[in-house]
């Protein structure tokens, strides 16, 4: 698969089959993982690939609870005008997403592989992330699709229990993806423009160049 395509297309995926995920893709999903860059080589982060159902089983109403949490805490004036006003095309894009990532939510446990990660005292995920990035473009290149989700830090004590996370090891949540292969198509996330949301030099200066439409497919 060319590098830009699955850049491109490698977006939420959160309508899944339950079709379990082999283990050789599993194993070049992480492989690939592992390769990216790591603050001091020093790799202070582990993964948990979780399959089993009475995992998932404990895990689904925690992040339940969670995900409520945060509709009720972040996302509440959003919620609020979006349902006021759902024809508004702003509304309408975030109620898209809304119901996306409830049906996440309500699925949980239907997903066939979730993708735990972890950091050791480091909070600011500069070294997880580019792993985690990696691992889900890995994915979108075997075909299967991702999805990551941080709600659980709403009760992180809670999965590191559930999942027998060692105490006083200073291990700290950082994310859980989703794997399955999408019962949906592939396709470009639509996005506000780079020139929209991006400057050069001092904070507010343009960029210096416009991209109304996606550069790939050529």
């Known amino acids: 698969m060319d590098v830009f395509e699955a850049l491109y297309t490698t977006r939420a995926m959160r309508r ?14 992480l492989d690939a993982a592992i390769r990216a860059p790591t603050g001091g080589n020093a790799q202070n982060w582990r993964f948990l690939l979780v399959e089993r159902m009475d995992v998932k089983a404990q895990l689904g109403p925690v992040y339940r609870d969670c995900l409520a949490k945060i509709w009720a805490t972040i996302y509440p004036d959003r919620v609020a005008a979006s349902n006021a006003n759902p024809d508004d095309p702003e509304s309408r894009q975030f109620l898209i997403m809304q119901r996306s ?23 600011t ?42 105490e006083g090891e200073d291990w700290l949540f950082s994310s859980c993806v989703t794997f399955g292969y999408p019962t949906g198509t592939w396709g470009v996330a639509p996005r506000r423009p780079v020139h929209e949301v991006s400057y050069r030099d001092q904070w507010g200066a343009p960029v210096g160049f416009e991209v109304p439409t996606p550069l790939w497919p050529e």
């Open 101 to 123: 990532a409830q049906h996440l939510a309500d699925h949980f446990e239907a997903y066939p592989l979730l993708l735990f990660s972890f950091v050791q005292a480091d909070p």
């Open 16 to 29: 899944c089959k339950p079709d379990p995920i082999p283990v050789e893709v599993q194993e070049r999903i």
């Open 125 to 166: 995920g500069g070294s997880i992330f580019p792993a985690t990035w990696s691992a889900m473009l890995a994915a979108r290149a075997e075909g299967v699709g991702s999805a990551l989700t941080s709600a659980f830090m709403f009760q992180p004590d809670a999965v590191l229990s559930i999942l027998g996370v060692p």
